[in-house]
Each structure stands twice: as C-alpha cells, then as structure tokens.
C-alpha cells in the first residue's frame, strides 16, 4: 500500500508517522508513506499557498495551483484508489472506514489549511471528503495522521499476534473488554479472580460479557447498528 500525505506543513506529520506501529510498518515494507510538501509546486519566489478569499472575509484560502500540480504529477505515476480531503464537514471516520481503507493500493490524503482549500479542488479532484470529528482543528495534517495510523495498523504484518486489531474496540461492534497486567493486586485492588484461572473457555466468556456490558452501558448505539 502507498499513502501520499498532501500538505503545507510536512513537519507536523514527522513524529507520528515515524514512530511504534507506523514505523515498523514502513521498515516491514508493508506500506510506503509519502509526504508531499506543496511549497514544492508553487510558482511564485514567496513560494505562497495560499491567496484571499474572493468575496472577502477573514482567513486565506488554499490556492488551486500547487494542490493541482502536486496531484497530476502523482496521478501519472500511478493509479490513485482514492483522493481523501480532509474536512470537518467531511464524512465521520469510523472503523468501518479504516477497514475498507486499508484494502485500497494507493490513496492520496490531502490536508488542507488556513479557512481550508479552493472548492474547486474539492468539485473537481477529491474523490472522498472525510472528518475525524465534530470539531475544528488547524489544519488537516493530525487528521491525515490519524486516518493513516487506523489504516495502516490494520495491514496484515503491521500488528504482532498479541495486538491483533480484530480484538480491538469498534471490531464486531463492540468496545473492547478491560485489560490488566501485574501485580494480581495493588493496594488491594484486585485483579479478576477468572483472569487468573487459567481456563482460556472461561477467561474468553468473561472477555465476551464484559465487552458486551461496556457496550450497553456506555455506547447503546453500536448494539443497533
Ligand atoms: N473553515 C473550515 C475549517 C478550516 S480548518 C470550516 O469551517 O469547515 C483548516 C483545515 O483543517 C481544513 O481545511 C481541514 O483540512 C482541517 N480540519 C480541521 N478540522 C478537521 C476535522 N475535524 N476533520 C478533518 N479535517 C479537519
């Protein structure tokens, strides 16, 4: 798999995409993750990004021209699965998302900046638009960082066996069951007697039950779905 990151700040994406489950992916060879900086395809000497608004208003705008350049130049290397804009009025990123993501080849995801990106890249070039929540960051580059790090632990070979993403929250529908390592007690809080019997049947019905109860108790509305 082969994930370009489009942005106007490669240095915001740095540590996340290279450290823990990320990084060994990219060393395993089982993705290649390209960051693009746009100041690389602007004409002008200030090296500009962005322009004001037609119409007025507070906050600059996207231009069109590095985003488009950067994007034709990829697209002649290769065919692009999808082209991912990241926006809050984008469609909500779940796990379902991350799922059929991480069977694609090749996606672009572009992050944008300042009060956001020309529409007309967005009419003409984006193939899917995608929010990571209800709320307003500064720029799309911890958003693309987020959908990269869900997409690309789901990778076969990304996780070793005891992280398996299939025993993780949202998988099947359900929030994950409570974890709990050494000491079997602290301060008198105790660790569940089960997890400790060493009857695997038992210690999965327990896993079962619990994750089952959190589900109900904190997110009823995955059981609907
Ligand atoms: N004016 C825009 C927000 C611009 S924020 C609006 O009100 O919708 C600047 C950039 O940050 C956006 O272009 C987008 O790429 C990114 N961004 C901000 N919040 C985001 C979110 N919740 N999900 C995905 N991307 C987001």
Redesign the pocket.
């Known amino acids: 798999m082969r994930i370009d990151i489009l942005t106007v700040l490669p240095e915001l994406l740095e540590s996340p995409l290279n450290h823990s489950i990320v990084k060994r992916a990219r060393e395993k060879g089982l993705v290649e993750i390209n960051v693009v900086n746009l100041r690389n395809f602007t004409t002008d000497k200030y090296k500009s990004v962005d322009d004001y608004a037609f119409g007025g208003g507070a906050?600059m705008v996207m231009m069109i021209e590095p985003v488009y350049k950067a994007i034709e130049k990829l697209k002649a290397e290769r065919h692009y699965d999808e082209i991912i804009?990241?926006?809050?009025?984008?469609e909500q990123f779940t796990q379902k998302m991350a799922n059929r993501l991480s069977l694609k080849n090749n996606i672009i995801i572009l992050?944008?900046?300042?009060?956001?990106?020309d529409q007309r890249i967005r009419d003409h070039l984006v193939t899917m638009e995608?929010?990571?929540?209800?709320?307003?960051?500064?720029?799309?580059e911890l958003?693309a960082a987020t959908i990269t790090d869900a997409i690309v632990r789901l990778i076969p070979g990304a996780l070793s066996d005891e992280q398996s993403a299939l025993s993780d929250s949202f998988q099947d529908d359900l929030l994950a069951p409570p974890v709990y390592t050494r000491p079997a007690e602290f301060r008198g809080w105790k660790v569940p007697d089960v997890l400790l019997s060493g009857h695997f049947g038992e210690i999965e019905k327990w896993r079962h039950e619990q994750a089952e109860e959190r589900t109900r108790r904190l997110r009823p509305d995955l059981l609907k779905e």
Not at 130 to 140: E, F, K, M, R
């Open positions: 906050g804009y990241t926006s809050p009025d984008g992050a944008g900046h300042y009060k956001g990106i995608v929010s990571i929540g209800d709320y307003v960051l500064s720029g799309g958003p």
